[in-house]
């Protein structure tokens, strides 16, 4: 079946502008993620959504940074007031978690943003 | 929170040989320890992960090791192949993997014919 889908692949902003960034998980997956990917770093985990529970925000690097999931299923980061710092690959991956044993997580192809 | 620490950052070998990836964690109460490959332009993926009620896991080539006193766990991939360079991530998890990862920075491994 489809894989987790991301789109844009590519975004290039001005800084100051704010951006909208998609995700499609993969159907029936519960678990939704997003990471970012810096040039030359490991994945940052940045938020995390389960079902129609509170999402875990903890990893979001500043309030500059949203995201939302509706009816369970596509999600959307939103960064406001870009800053060059944010320019990274921003990674989707979702899950099919069940309660005890959760599921490898999937990730998306990314979305590659650069902030001028 | 949980740090990984990875190393080395590249790893150069010998197509044939064997090739190993060291992680470190620092909390202690960290039970899942995915491994993911990441090869060039394309998304990463997992290929191997154990859980802390074992100390290895082995599928096929590729094998994984956790020493929990030591919070330390390892890769080992056997018999490498052209098609095992890519950059490999190391990652942690307090909750079984049912929340965000916390990734190592990556080992580049590179494969000499």
């Known amino acids: 079946g489809a894989g987790v889908s991301q789109s844009p692949s590519n975004k290039v902003t001005e800084k100051g502008k704010d951006v909208e960034l998609r995700c499609d998980p993969i159907s029936g997956h519960t678990a939704l993620y997003w990471y970012r990917q810096s040039l030359g770093q490991g994945l940052e985990f940045l938020i995390y959504?389960?079902?129609?529970?509170?999402?875990?925000k903890s990893g979001l690097p500043s309030d500059r940074f949203s995201a939302e999931r509706t009816g369970g299923s596509v999600s959307t980061l939103t960064i406001q007031r870009t800053q060059q710092e944010d320019s990274a690959v921003y990674l989707c991956?979702?899950?099919?978690?069940?309660?005890?044993?959760?599921?490898?997580?999937?990730f998306g192809p990314g979305t590659r943003l650069t902030v001028l | 929170g949980e740090n990984v620490e990875q190393h080395p950052s590249t790893l150069s070998v010998q197509e044939g040989d064997s090739a190993v990836i060291k992680c470190t964690y620092s909390?202690?109460?960290?039970?899942?320890f995915p491994w993911y490959k990441q090869e060039l332009g394309k998304r990463p993926q997992l290929i191997i992960d154990?859980?802390?009620?074992?100390g290895e896991k082995k599928d096929q080539r590729i094998a994984v090791t956790l020493n929990k006193t030591a919070k330390h766990f390892s890769l080992h991939i056997t018999e490498t192949q052209p098609e095992d360079s890519a950059v490999y991530f190391c990652a942690a998890s307090t909750r079984g993997g049912a929340d965000g990862l916390t990734f190592g920075k990556g080992t580049h491994l590179i494969i000499q014919p």
């Open positions: 991956a979702s899950s099919p978690r069940t309660s005890g044993r959760p599921g490898e997580q999937f």
């Open positions: 909390d202690s109460a960290s039970n899942y």
């Open positions: 154990i859980r802390s009620n074992v």
């Open positions: 959504f389960q079902g129609n529970s509170a999402p875990d």
